[in-house]
T-cell receptor, first 112, second 118 residues
């Protein structure tokens, strides 16, 4: 089945450690996105990529980094510079001709 | 700048009641508008969308009409079910600086939690 796979579903890390969240899609979509969701809040855009080897900062990029070496993959690294990393992270993809964005099941990151 | 405001919840209804969740937006131009639904512990699912003024999006008994004159995109359903209990997000699509329109570069409202009691 086509879709977006995020792994792991739950992730625990110690403060000060970098951590990388995985996102893979087999929908053949050009564009991919990372969002952050905090309790009682909407989603906020971290980074997005419209094409392989290119990506753009979203609204809250500080403390995060991404890469887009393959069309199918868009990993997100939460660095130690991110002051409040504990959150629910959602990856999404879309194609340019419409249809909205497709979301993965999310990764809940807890930093202790 | 662009923004989305939706009614705060939680909203609690009895089964078969009528549902309205209000959503208004501020934007330059005419963005695409979306409603997404999130079930507990899961990602978001696209519920419906509208791409231009007066368009009506509909899916699974839910409807929303793109009203340019009132900058609104209210979500409605005539008869809710217990299985509709979820968080609903209104969103608008931003235009990418480099690549034009994008269906995934979105500005979200804060979400409205709906609980339907049997």
């Amino acid at each position: 089945d086509g879709g977006i796979t995020q792994s792991p579903k739950y992730l625990f890390r110690k403060e000060g450690q970098n951590v990388t969240l995985s996102c893979e899609q087999n929908l053949n979509h050009d564009a991919m996105y990372w969002y952050r969701q905090d309790p009682g809040q909407g989603l906020r855009l971290i980074y997005y990529s419209q094409i392989v080897n290119d990506f753009q900062k979203g609204d809250i990029a500080e403390g995060y980094s991404v890469s887009r070496e393959k069309k199918e993959s868009f990993p997100l690294t939460v660095t130690s510079a991110q002051k409040n990393p504990t959150a629910f992270y959602l990856c999404a993809s879309s194609h340019g001709a419409g249809g909205g964005a497709f979301f993965g099941q999310g990764t809940r990151l807890t930093v202790v | 700048g662009n923004s989305v405001t939706q009614m705060e919840g939680p909203v609690t209804l009895s089964e078969e009641a009528f549902l309205t969740i209000n959503c208004t937006y501020t934007a330059t131009g005419y963005p695409s508008l979306f409603w997404y639904v999130q079930y507990p512990g899961e990602g978001l699912q696209l519920l419906l969308k509208a791409t231009k003024a007066d368009d009506k999006g509909s899916n699974k008994g839910f409807e929303a009409t793109y009203r340019k004159e009132t900058t609104s995109f209210h979500l409605e359903k005539g008869s809710v079910q217990v299985s509709d209990s979820a968080v609903y997000f209104c969103a608008l699509g931003r235009v990418s600086r480099n690549y034009g329109g994008s269906q995934g570069n979105l500005i979200f409202g804060k979400g409205t939690k709906l609980s339907v009691k049997p």
